[in-house]
């Protein structure tokens, strides 16, 4: 999975922020989107976030991945993933 270099993550009482430096442009993450958030960046896989999440959190595995899977997508569309496919 390849992570934008020009993104900036500030994190501030279990939620964070992600800044786009190149864009100009930010996006407020609540505490789980975070997680999974600074768990991609350091290259875990989605099983081992998703492991993460059912230990963290009392919730049903297929809600789970489902849930990575979107958080996953939103960010594939604001070109925060993979590269800069939609500027």
């Known amino acids: 999975m390849t992570m934008k270099d020009d993104i900036i993550l500030a994190e501030v ?6 800044i786009d430096v190149e864009k100009g442009a930010s996006y407020f ?4 989107a975070l997680l999974i958030y600074s768990m991609l960046r350091e290259g875990k ?3 081992e976030i998703k492991a993460a999440l059912l230990t ?7 809600d789970v991945e489902k849930d990575i899977r ?18």
Not at 13 to 18: F, Q, S, T
Not at 56 to 62: F, K, L, P
Not at 70 to 87: H, I, Q, S, Y
Request: no cysteine; hydrophobic share 35%.
């Open 13 to 18: 009482e279990g939620e964070g922020m992600i």
């Open 29 to 32: 993450l609540n505490e789980t």
């Open 45 to 47: 896989t989605i099983e």
């Open 56 to 62: 963290e959190y009392d919730v049903d595995e297929a």
């Open 70 to 87: 979107d958080f996953m997508n939103r960010l594939e569309k604001k070109a925060v993933l993979w590269g800069r496919k939609n500027t």
